[in-house]
């Protein structure tokens, strides 16, 4: 598939810059959600390292992070959106863009979907998800080993959402920073590959107790690696048992009629 052109949007004081892949905003100035509240934007811009406290009268509210404030603010919008906003992360390589290239060819062809993806650099994997059916923007953080609820604002900000039911986030691929930074999604996926070992729940296990749904990938090639599907299944369990399990490979395709099955779970009214 020929890469869209892209658009670079100005760069952060940060160095994180946005590069529109395909489906821009109509205007991209248009604010996120409704302001901030007076205390609030009183507070963040009080705190230039993002800590940040908020009282209320008589209450004692524990301290709020400013990433926290704004990814209730980012939550806030994607429901009210009616989208439904997953955070799939993982280690490098585990196959979140794969699965993601997929997903926009099968189940996105039905539901629109768009996309928002995270690297240190380069935007090799905006350009591969760029379709003209769904609108997508590549996040380069240069040495930010995560996404935040920030980028996540102002990415959104510039592609065009009408319409768009699913907004995949494909964050950095790191098993350990992104666990502490919420960006307002509806459902934290977690990606295990067979490629990485069954006991990676057991050495990273505040990725995987925040995750809803953990996804076992490259199963095609389980046998070949000698990895134990039932060991890794165990694990997460042990660590993540909230959490729901697909166990599925890009490439054979085993186990994505369950993953499109969860997606069209997430949409009102299905
Ligand atoms: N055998 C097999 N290989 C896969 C599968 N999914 C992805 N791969 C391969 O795994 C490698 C990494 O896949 P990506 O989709 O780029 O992984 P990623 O998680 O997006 O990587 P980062 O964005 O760098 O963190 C590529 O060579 C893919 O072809 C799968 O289901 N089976
Ligand atoms: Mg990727």
């Not at 100005?10 to 994180?16: A, L, Q, S």
């Not at 007076?38 to 009268?57: F, K, T």
């Not at 926290?68 to 799939?88: K, P, S, T, V, W």
């Not at 080993?145 to 494909?170: K, Q």
């Amino acid at each position: 598939m020929n890469p869209t052109p892209s658009t670079l949007i100005p760069e952060t004081p940060e160095g994180v810059r946005i590069n529109l892949l395909s489906g821009a905003a109509a205007r991209s100035t248009r604010a996120l959600s409704a302001p901030l509240s007076a205390e609030i934007n009183a507070a963040l811009s009080a705190s230039p390292q993002g800590e940040v406290a908020v009282r209320a009268v008589d209450v004692s509210i524990p301290l709020l992070e400013k990433n926290d404030i704004l990814a209730e603010r980012n939550r806030g919008y994607f429901l009210g959106r009616g989208l439904a906003a997953l955070n799939l992360v993982s280690s490098p390589g585990a196959g979140k863009t794969t699965l993601l290239e997929r997903t926009l060819d099968e189940f996105g062809r039905q539901t629109r979907c768009a996309v928002l993806v995270g690297d240190l650099e380069t935007d090799n994997d905006g350009r591969r998800l760029s379709r003209p059916h769904a609108p997508v923007a590549q996040i380069t953080t240069g040495t930010v080993c995560h996404l935040d609820a920030a980028m996540i604002a102002r990415a959104a900000e510039s592609i065009d959402l009408d319409g768009v039911r699913v907004l995949f986030i494909e964050n950095v691929g790191n098993l350990v920073c992104p666990a502490s930074f919420d960006l307002g999604e509806q459902v934290r996926v977690v990606l295990l590959s067979t490629t990485e070992g069954e006991d990676k729940p057991l050495k990273y296990p505040p990725i995987f107790k925040s995750a809803h749904l953990v996804l076992l990938t490259k199963v095609d090639v389980a046998d070949a690696l000698g990895f134990k599907r039932d060991v890794a299944v165990e694990n997460i369990r042990r660590i993540a048992p909230q959490a729901r399990i697909i166990q599925l490979s890009s490439r054979s395709g085993e186990g994505l009629p369950e993953w499109y099955d969860f997606l069209r779970s997430l949409l009102p009214n299905s």
